[in-house]
Every structure is written in C-alpha cells, then in structure tokens.
C-alpha cells in the first residue's frame, strides 16, 4: 500500500498517513494534529503527550478479534467530567475498517461504529438521563452515564477530525450479558456498539512492538510534594488523578504525574489494618493498596463510617476492599443493565433486595485515587443484599454529567484478609453484617435426622405396639431438638441482619 505523506504544517517534519481513510496523524516532532485533505494538510493544534499505560498496549501492537487481524494505528484520551481518564485506542481491520477499544480503569470495551438507519435511530441528548432505556435495532439498551468529554492527548493515526482541548458530548450506554454501547453527539451523531472483552481475547503480539518501548513502562514514580517539599511514591502514575501527601497531609492534584496544590487536610490520626503499600491476592490475582478513604452515611443524627481501600492490578485494573464494623467485603464492578431499582433487583441468576438507601460522603482520604476526589463529595446510594453478596448502585450528578456506577460485594471473613496479607490480628466482628453468610444445615444433617425419625417409628411399630405413644413422640422430640435451635438461631440471625435496616420486614412483628 501506498502511505500518504506530507510536511507538517506547523515545525516543517515529515508526517505519514499509512492508512488510507485516517484523517488526522499527529507529528512525531512537535505533536501537533495534522489533519490530511485532498491539496493540503492543516494545523489542528498540539496535543499532550499520551504517555504510557499500565495494560501495555501501544501503537503498532497487533492481534485477532473473531479471526480478523488488526494492528493499533493511534490514541485518543480524553478527559472525564469527574476528572478522571479514559484511553480510545484505534484498531485497523482489514479493508480499513476501523474498531474502536476503550480502556477505563482497567476494563476493556471494543466497538464499531454502526450506520444510522430507520432502525437505529437516536434520541436527542437533553431527552436523556440515568432512568432511559435506548433501542438501537433489537437490542435494548440502558443509560450508564452521561456526560462532555475533552480531549487531553493524542498519538498516531486516528479516523476522525480531532482537535486538542474539543469537548464532546456521549452517553454511555449498558446491555445484556456484556453488551455496550456509545453515543456521540458532535456535528453528526454517531453510534459505537460492542461488548466488554478482556485484554487476552484480543490475542496481542507484542512481538510487534518497538524492542525499546518495553523499557517505558514503570510501576512507580518518585515525586516531591510542592507544599513541604517530602517525597511521595505514585504507583499508578498514569491513572492518578488525587494522591495526599503522608508527610503534611495535603491534598494534591495530580495531573498525569505534575502535582499540584490543593489544600492540606485535617490532620486525623488513622490506623488501617492494611497499609499503603500492602499487597494481597484475593481471588487468584495480586493486588495492591493504593489509597484509602473513610466515608459515612447520617441517619437521624447518628453517623456511620466505613473504611474503603483502593486495590489495584495491573491487569485487571481497581477494585475495593470494604471495612465495615470489622465485616469485610471484596468489592468489583459489574455490568448491570436496568434503569429503575425497586424493592428487588435480579443479577447473574441471584435475587437482591433492598437494604438501604441514602447518601455517601468523603471524610477522608490518603494515598492515590483515579478519580478528583475531595473531602466532603457525596453520591447517592442504593444497596441491595443476597448474602453472601451485595449489588450497590452510586449516582453523581453536576449541571454537565450524570454517572451511575454498580459493583458487586462478595463478603469475606478476617481470616481471609489475615491470609491475602500474610497478616494477624485482624479484630473480629460482634453483630451480624448485612451481607454476612447466614447459618446452614446440611443436606447431610437432615438426611440423618430423617433416618432417626423413621428409626424410632420402626422401633416403635415392630417391638412397643402396646407401649405408650407418649414415649415414641418424647423421642422423636429429642432428636429434633437440635433442629429445633437451630432454626431458631438462624431466625434470630436474620432479625439482628435487618435491625439497622430502613426496610427491615421484620419490623412489624417487633
């Protein structure tokens, strides 16, 4: 094939266009967008340095998806509304079709545009919000986030006009098992459907890749904080957007590795069971303490707290590790599609119901975080259980964005924690947690306390025809017993479970 090529407009450096239908490269040289006509090529402006990410991926990387060979031919991130980052890589097809990866925190989702047609049709924008249901074609589609990009940075060859600093307006859309979908709405609207996909199912070479760009990557970077001048470690350099200083407890901005300062916050005395820096595995995978926050819910005047650590893989991306009254929870993003919560939600084959709702606030923060987190920042929230498991629905919204976000909690006991970390004396908890596992028989159990009912029946009608029946029923009373208590400490369990709860159904009966 034949590469297009030019001078750039703007230092004079030769730029190439390799692939025929791309429409704006960015110049090695001096990183200015420029963008390719039919005569000419024109300055669109420069752009920030993309830099590197922690998934590896890069321009030049090539891989299969369904069969079909791609290689990557540039990047776009973008800037989210809450602050945070998002990458666009651009994939190459052949026949230059073009597929569109997102990278956000972790996950993956690989999308191609779709051609607007009388069965796919798109709402207006402003007619959106987090409780629409979107039909594009058969598929049926929900409202995950809304919100106004800006374009922060771009490398290589990318198949659409980009300006540095544009804003554009999108909305994130949610499907079934996995499905997802975008929304852009700028001088034409376009729409992008796919799925969530893993990093593995793309099958990357990284064979392909510059030998020397192996050596970019780094797991940490050393900075000084620009209040007292004390050195701080950022492990997730490329993601972080708020890490505090553990010398003089401020708060700093930190914009892809440049701190800024914020303010410094109440000195507050704090004592995790697992430290920054600690590194644990749960579920087979490695993670790593990177920040820690404390939050808290009012109700009726009474506060209460519950500490969060930010875990971080990686391959895998953030997850949470959730303290709450010495109960623990390993906390993960999931794709939920629904719009409207009531008493019970359905998700992954479990049935959840509703345990509370209110309002979450920030009272403290250390270590980094992916998002502009600050002391005092609230979301609305909705919990429902199924122990051993908790579905948590959070929703933020400012005058220009609105973001649902849903996770799944899988509790786990301090003897876990105290074997990921290689720790002890991790307290145990008093009360019962909401989540925490309720008390089970076995099949077992009642197989054996069958076999003794029908052992004193058959006692009784093979020798004691003429005995007393009084003495048969005292028997199989005894051998119940145990059943009998434990019913009654597994009914007791589930009233302490739902006392603190605003739709307890056992408070009629109290």
Not at 111 to 116: A, I, V
Request: aromatic letters at 14%; glycine letters at 10%.
């Amino acid at each position: 094939m034949k590469h297009r090529s030019a001078a750039c407009p703007s230092c004079g450096g030769p730029v190439e266009f390799k692939t025929g239908s791309s429409l704006v490269t960015i110049c090695d040289f001096c990183q200015t967008a420029v963008a390719r006509g039919d005569k000419d090529v024109a300055d669109f402006g420069k752009v920030a340095d993309v830099g590197e990410t922690n998934s590896g991926l890069r321009l030049g990387l090539s891989g299969t998806f369904n069969k079909r060979g791609f290689y990557i031919s540039g990047r776009v991130r973008y800037s989210h509304p809450a602050g945070g980052i998002w990458d666009e890589w651009y994939l190459v097809f052949p026949g230059e079709k073009w597929g569109w990866l997102t990278e956000a925190q972790g996950k993956f989702y690989l999308m191609f545009e779709r051609e607007l047609t009388s069965k796919i049709k798109l709402p207006e924008y402003d007619s959106l919000t987090l409780d629409s249901q979107v039909e594009l074609g058969r598929s049926q589609f929900s409202v995950r986030e809304k919100g106004v990009a800006t374009v922060a940075a771009a490398e290589g060859e990318i198949p659409w006009a980009v300006h540095p600093g544009a804003e554009h307006k999108f909305v994130d859309l949610q499907g079934v098992e996995g499905t997802f979908a975008t929304l852009e709405y700028g001088e034409q609207a376009s729409v992008f459907i796919g799925k969530e996909i893993l990093l593995a199912d793309l099958g990357v070479d990284t064979r392909t890749a510059d030998p020397e760009s192996e050596k970019l990557p780094v797991a940490a970077l050393q900075l000084n904080c620009p209040h007292c001048g004390g050195t701080l470690l950022l492990r997730t350099p490329d993601e972080t957007e708020r890490v505090t200083c553990p010398n003089c407890h401020s708060l700093l901005d930190a914009n892809h590795g440049k701190l800024a300062y914020l303010q410094t916050l109440k000195a507050k005395e704090i004592y995790p069971v697992v430290p920054i820096g600690s590194e644990g595995v749960f579920f087979h995978n490695k993670y790593t303490v990177i920040g820690i926050m404390e939050r808290f819910a009012l109700y009726e005047g009474k506060t209460y707290p519950w500490m969060e650590y930010l875990l971080h893989n990686h391959e895998l991306g953030f997850r949470w590790l959730v303290e709450n009254q010495n109960h623990w929870s390993f906390v993960e993003p999931v794709s939920f599609m629904g719009s409207t919560f009531g008493s019970q939600v359905t998700y992954n084959g479990d049935s959840f119901r509703i345990y509370d709702r209110g309002v979450a606030y920030v009272r403290y923060v250390v270590g980094e975080f992916y998002w502009r987190v600050t002391v005092g920042d609230s979301v609305q929230t909705a919990d429902y259980i199924a122990p051993p498991k908790m579905l948590s629905i959070e929703e933020s919204k400012t005058k220009s964005s609105e973001e649902r976000n849903v996770s799944q909690g899988t509790y786990l006991y301090p003897e876990q924690i105290e074997a990921a970390f290689g720790i002890r004396g991790v307290r145990r908890a008093w009360g019962v947690g909401p989540m925490q596992p309720g008390p089970k028989l076995g099949k077992e159990f009642y197989l054996s306390w069958g076999g003794f009912l029908g052992l004193i029946l058959l006692v009784q009608l093979a020798f004691f025809m003429r005995a007393d029946g009084w003495m048969t029923f005292y028997a199989m009373l005894f051998v119940s017993l145990p059943i009998i208590a434990f019913h009654f400490y597994a009914h007791n369990f589930e009233r302490q479970r739902w006392s603190e709860s605003d739709y307890n159904p056992y408070a009629s009966s109290d």
